[in-house]
């Protein structure tokens, strides 16, 4: 992705305005829906096509789905005269220059196909439409729309006439980053427009300088039209040569009142007539007010949306946000957007926008964005207010350092990191922005931290480890979880670390109808214990567990916790067909075994989780935000929690196709709903993985709360971006992909296909690192139990979690007999990667024995290149191609076309070479 410098100085002071359609320049330029890689890899472009800069402080494009407003990106910083922007996802398949990244943009997007009510808005400050685009019909599905060249302006009435659509596999094939149109003549371009000064308060004049040039004609005048209401400017200042192409008005404009907005333009003439204009800016003189003023003792700021002068001490710094107060008590603080490291204890003047609509996630949250630190002196801070744990949720206490003594800890995970205090008057939340602790049920803390209000609840922020002390601790263990590790095991998880002596006494522990037999504290995990029990029988019991004591002496007393045993052994003679047999033979026989299984409709997918991904606590079982044998950062409640919002992590769970969908076709039956490859997933993580192969990454570009990766694939075989589930998982995803290569080994006839695989049968680098996983991570008791509930719903099985050698009597070189990873049909893969400046590869795959010819050919049809010309044995062929042609020359830049010719195939493909 680009990357692209901006100027910083008007960020704050500048605001583009819109105008009339007649003179407005920046619109909708490209909508791109491509064919492959759709989620991650559509965009949005914008293109200004007038003379001069427009700021796009204020500005937003929406993008909307089946009619309804489905995601927005804020804008901000400037679009240059014949500049395009583009808008899409923070990670692409395809690289291709995005300047407003969203990585939320690819899990919300799913209903931008380019049908019926799909399109896009353009809009400008105050949420103003300037620009639509909304299809009455099949308009840009699997296309690029582009606005034609002779439209220069925008439109608030969506005119087809005004777009066109060309189909593209890719987003390349497309034109990101870039338009043309063919406008008026040349003139007077304005730009590069100073304040001075640049933030202007109430007592303060104010100078305004911009560089005039003009190619084909001399300048004849500059002036500056102002006034203090967007739809009148009735003042007229001229503006005089200051040396060079700078030009500076003769008499300032004059100060204003505080909360005054100063609208303006500037126009050039030169002598053909032909103007250039900067239009539609503004600058604010802030208002000067104390934090008390603008808190205003409501819960929305009467300054929402104004420009404030004011200050304070520095009470936190929580990187991306600080906090400052100017005094003791309620409505005394406020949360500021960071404008770089800050010092607590510093007294501080800033000057910011004041807002509640949600930057960074604090909606709700009376907050200072556009943070300009003006002056730092020597504070102290002010002493921490006391309050009760029901006063953690009043909205009073937002930004406001306080302390709460003597809290007890009634639930330590809510999720998100947060925490449950009571002192019996009233529940309130503690959060982990400044510190991530983990809390024991029923112990009694002194909390200090700052109030604030985000993800829809009122807390405290703990600044440190200093600012939660342990009190006391006068409760029970209680037990979370108990889990079955064999039919004659339990594993029991207690609530905080237990006295060893009476944790490994047997005869505290109770289980009507068996015999608890041993019990034994897990090493190194004081909160644990395993139970020895005579043999269970497939039903439900409970656990109860008297007199076992924390680490202070607080004793159970009839804790209990109900947990059920499922059988989870394959029928008697399940898998005799397979029995004896290796390689090839073995794998089609248990096709054969597991074919036909019972579709489960993929809207009751949701309600099949709820018995086969459940954790013993009866919460969601997220592979890709657990941690075994830890605290994971969020947990999920069937129902309660289900779909999510995306943007982040922990607002809820989807269900993840571990064999992205893509792979096999789309929503297609009976793979789309096959429960061994669905899993339930949090919604952001997914969107995160989206089509990315698996694989192991050493230098991730980005990381989830429980340590999965994105990132470059470091395992031999296989270039390019790839996801890593942690290694307590990677046995379980080993084993669905051996299941997929099984269940549907000569099924997958139409399949695209992916860098794991052709069709169902993965690739061989994705076979030696599938046995890897497979080896260092054997069958857990889960999977047990996931297979044989799923076998309950689907009537098949799993074999690799049941039998886990059949793996390496198939896939193990040592032991099979034959090759398994074969293709079952003629195909042309695409090249990767596309677009490419040196070389690419190119793969494609025979059913059987053929002479085969793989050439690229120009634009004009002319051949460049021949890559193959011989005989080609089953299966698939990889090919590099160094962008020289048959003389051994770099072509040029272009497009191309590369041409497979196989006994009675041919396919032919599109590549695009960048110099």
């Not at 994971?632 to 992205?660: A, I, K, L």
Request: charged letters at 15%; proline letters at 7%; aromatic letters at 10%.
């Amino acid at each position: 992705m680009r990357s692209r410098t901006r100027s910083a100085l008007l960020a704050l002071a500048l605001t583009a305005l819109p105008v009339s359609s007649g003179a407005q320049s920046v619109f909708l330029s490209e909508l791109c829906d491509p064919k492959q890689n759709f989620l991650t890899d559509r965009f949005i472009e914008i293109y200004n096509a007038g003379l001069s800069t427009v700021d796009l402080t204020g500005w937003s494009v929406v993008a909307i789905g089946n009619g309804v407003d489905i995601f927005t990106w804020n804008l901000s910083g400037t679009i240059d005269a014949g500049e395009a922007l583009v808008a899409g996802d923070l990670v692409t398949v395809v690289a291709f220059p995005v300047d407003f990244a969203d990585d939320a943009w690819s899990a919300s997007n799913s209903t931008w196909n380019g049908k019926v009510g799909d399109g896009a808005k353009l809009l400008g400050p105050g949420a103003v439409l300037v620009d639509l685009i909304q299809a009455t019909g099949t308009t840009f599905e699997n296309e690029d729309l582009v606005r034609n060249a002779d439209i220069t302006v925008p439109n608030t009435v969506y005119t087809p006439s005004e777009w066109t659509g060309t189909a593209v596999e890719f987003p390349t094939q497309g034109t990101p980053g870039t338009h043309t149109v063919s406008g008026p003549p040349p003139g007077p371009s304005v730009t590069n427009l100073v304040l001075a000064p640049a933030l202007p308060a109430s007592a303060d004049s104010v100078d305004v300088s911009v560089c005039v040039t003009d190619s084909t004609g001399t300048i004849v005048t500059v002036e500056l039209n102002w006034g203090t209401s967007s739809g009148s400017l009735p003042n007229n200042i001229a503006l005089a040569a200051a040396g060079g192409d700078v030009y500076t008005t003769v008499t300032p404009i004059p100060a204003q009142v505080p909360g005054t907005t100063v609208y303006f333009e500037v126009l050039a003439t030169n002598d053909v007539p032909v103007v250039g204009s900067l239009l539609g800016q503004n600058y604010q003189v802030p208002f000067e007010v104390s934090l008390f003023q603008i808190q205003g003792s409501v819960p929305v700021s009467p300054y929402d949306g104004d420009q404030v002068l004011t200050g304070g001490v520095v009470t936190a710094d929580f990187g991306t946000h600080f906090v400052i107060q100017d005094g003791a008590g309620a409505w005394n603080g406020l949360w500021a957007q960071s404008a770089g490291p800050m010092t607590v204890g510093d007294s501080v003047t800033v000057r910011g926008l004041i807002t509640e609509n949600g930057i960074s996630g604090y909606t709700a949250n009376t907050l200072l964005a556009q943070t300009q630190v003006l002056a730092t002196a020597a504070g102290a801070v002010p002493s921490a207010t006391v309050i009760n744990s029901l006063g953690m949720s009043a909205e009073n206490h937002e930004g406001v350092l306080v302390t709460v003594p003597s809290v007890e800890c009634t639930n330590p995970a809510l999720g998100l990191g947060e925490w449950e205090v009571d002192d019996g008057s009233g529940a309130g939340r503690v959060g982990d922005l400044g510190y991530a602790f983990t809390p024991t049920l029923g112990t009694v803390y002194d909390v200090t931290g700052v109030g604030t209000y985000t993800d829809g609840d009122y807390k405290v922020e703990p600044r440190s480890a200093a600012d939660v002390i342990w009190v006391a601790d006068a409760f029970a263990p209680v037990i979370n979880v108990v889990t079955v590790t064999s039919d004659s095991t339990l594993l029991v998880s207690f609530s905080e670390d237990l006295d060893l002596a009476s944790s490994e006494t047997a005869g505290n522990y109770s289980i009507p109808g068996l015999t608890v037999g041993g019990a034994t504290q897990v090493s190194g995990s004081a909160h644990q214990v395993v139970l020895d029990v005579s043999p269970m029988s497939p039903t439900t019991y409970t656990l109860t567990a008297t007199g076992v004591e924390d680490l202070f002496g607080n004793a159970t007393s009839g804790a209990m916790l109900a947990f059920e045993y499922v059988d989870t052994a394959p029928p008697a003679g399940y898998y005799d067909p397979a029995e004896g047999l290796t390689g090839v033979a073995l794998q089609s026989a248990l096709h054969d075994i597991i074919d036909m299984h019972t579709v489960i409709p993929y809207s009751s997918t949701w309600t099949s989780f709820m018995t086969t991904d459940d954790k013993p606590n009866g919460k969601v079982w997220d592979m890709y935000s657990d941690i075994p044998g830890g605290t994971p950062p969020y947990e999920y409640t069937f129902g309660v929690d289900q779909g999510g919002v995306g943007g982040m992590e922990g607002t809820g769970y989807n269900r993840e196709h571990s064999w992205p969908q893509s792979w096999f076709g789309g929503s297609v039956s009976p793979m789309d709903s096959d429960l061994f490859l669905l899993y339930p997933t949090d919604n952001y993580v997914n969107g995160q993985r989206g089509s990315f192969p698996f694989g192991e990454v050493l230098t991730p570009s980005w990381t989830s709360l429980n340590g999965s990766e994105l990132g470059s694939n470091t395992y031999p075989g296989y270039v390019g971006t790839v996801f890593e589930p942690i290694d307590a998982y990677k046995g379980d995803f080993a084993r669905t992909y051996f299941y997929m290569s099984t269940r549907y080994y000569q099924e997958d006839a139409g399949w695209p296909g992916s860098p794991m695989a052709t069709g169902s049968q993965m690739l061989p680098w994705a076979v030696a690192m599938m046995l890897d996983w497979h080896a260092a991570d054997p069958v857990s008791q889960k999977e047990i139990n996931r297979n044989g509930t799923v076998f309950e719903m689907q009537f098949n099985r799993n074999p690799f979690i049941d039998r886990p050698e059949f793996v390496d009597l198939i896939w193990s070189p040592a032991l099979s007999t034959g090759p398994v990873v074969a293709p079952l049909a003629f195909e042309l893969l695409p090249n990767a990667p596309n677009p490419f400046a040196s070389a690419t590869r190119i793969s494609f795959a025979l059913p059987s024995a053929a002479h085969a010819r793989l050439s690229v050919y120009d634009a004009a049809g002319r051949r460049v290149a021949t890559l193959w010309d011989g005989m080609a044995e089953r299966g698939r062929h990889d090919v590099v191609w160094d962008s020289r042609n048959v003389a051994g020359r770099p072509v040029a830049a272009g497009v191309y076309f590369y041409r497979i010719d196989a006994g009675d195939h041919r396919e032919t493909r599109r590549l695009v070479v960048l110099r």
